[in-house]
């Protein structure tokens, strides 16, 4: 791999940090909207929001054998996340839960296009071929919300609810690689990428834009 100039990497650092710190509270938001629809105690407010902001790049750092992981590097995210809680925990009433199914869509595809775009660069970062360098972005914006759903009981919405979602990440994850192959800065690349992942998913959100179901033939149950 080519080394990059001590400047170049100093900046790069700051803006995958930058992401991964944005995309982690985007994240955690929708995790604890998610808690709160359900009505958990305290503890399962702060176990889902933390799988749902850090499940995704927990195993894609697994996969890559990066250590530390990012949320025992930046240990007061933790601090941050569990304030969150406490304070929703406080103020969120009842009032507001008829529209958190709404309001859990915007931080959570913000989360998705940074997830994506931070998750690719890490892998180029590593080695990886491109393919794998995107599905890890992919996984990296994805895997979160997947547990958060889980954990809740529900079928996860990246499975189940035919709007693009992890086709956002991929395309997302596909310009950053374009970005390397470029040869644009890497921060540019990233903005980029997840603007595009970003992108991508509100105008599923705005226009109602589906993917292809599986159909079997049969009449649909009840």
Same mark, same amino acid.
């Given at each position: 791999?080519?080394?990059?100039?001590?400047?170049?990497?100093?900046?790069?650092?700051?803006?995958?940090?930058?992401?991964?710190? /944005?995309?982690?509270?985007?994240?955690? *938001?929708?995790?604890?909207?998610? *808690?709160?629809?359900?009505?958990?105690?305290?503890?399962?407010?702060?176990?889902?929001?933390?799988?749902?902001?850090?499940?995704?790049?927990?195993?894609?750092?697994?996969?890559?054998?990066?250590? &530390?992981?990012?949320?025992?590097?930046?240990?007061? $995210?933790?601090?941050?996340?569990?304030?969150?809680?406490?304070? %929703?925990?406080?103020?969120?009433?009842?009032?507001?839960?008829?529209?958190?199914?709404?309001?859990?869509?915007?931080?959570?595809?913000?989360?998705?296009?940074?997830?994506?775009?931070?998750?690719?660069?890490?892998?180029?970062?590593?080695?990886? &071929?491109?393919?794998?360098?995107?599905?890890?972005?992919?996984?990296?914006?994805?895997?979160?919300?997947?547990?958060?759903?889980?954990?809740?009981?529900?079928? &996860?919405?990246?499975?189940?609810?035919?709007?693009?979602? %992890?086709?956002?990440?991929?395309?997302?994850?596909?310009?950053?690689?374009?970005?390397?192959?470029?040869?644009?800065?890497?921060?540019?690349?990233?903005? %980029?990428?997840?603007?595009?992942?970003?992108?991508?998913? /509100?105008?599923?959100? $705005?226009?109602?834009?589906?993917?292809? %179901?599986?159909?079997?033939?049969?009449? &649909?149950?009840?």
């Amino acid at each position: 791999m080519p080394t990059l100039p001590l400047g170049q990497v100093l900046t790069l650092s700051n803006a995958q940090t930058a992401i991964e710190a /944005a995309a982690t509270l985007a994240f955690a *938001a929708s995790g604890l909207l998610a *808690a709160a629809r359900k009505r958990l105690d305290a503890v399962g407010v702060c176990i889902v929001s933390g799988l749902a902001a850090f499940g995704g790049g927990t195993l894609r750092d697994v996969l890559l054998d990066r250590r &530390p992981f990012f949320w025992v590097e930046h240990a007061g $995210w933790l601090w941050a996340l569990l304030a969150l809680c406490v304070a %929703a925990m406080l103020f969120l009433r009842t009032r507001h839960f008829a529209a958190t199914e709404r309001a859990m869509q915007w931080p959570d595809a913000f989360g998705l296009g940074l997830f994506a775009a931070s998750g690719t660069q890490i892998a180029l970062q590593a080695g990886s &071929p491109a393919v794998v360098a995107v599905l890890m972005g992919t996984m990296t914006a994805v895997f979160g919300g997947v547990l958060r759903d889980i954990v809740c009981n529900e079928i &996860p919405r990246a499975f189940s609810d035919h709007q693009p979602y %992890a086709v956002c990440a991929f395309m997302g994850g596909w310009v950053v690689v374009l970005g390397h192959r470029l040869a644009m800065d890497d921060w540019l690349g990233l903005v %980029a990428g997840a603007g595009t992942a970003l992108l991508l998913r /509100a105008i599923a959100l $705005w226009t109602g834009w589906t993917l292809p %179901a599986w159909h079997t033939g049969e009449a &649909p149950r009840d």
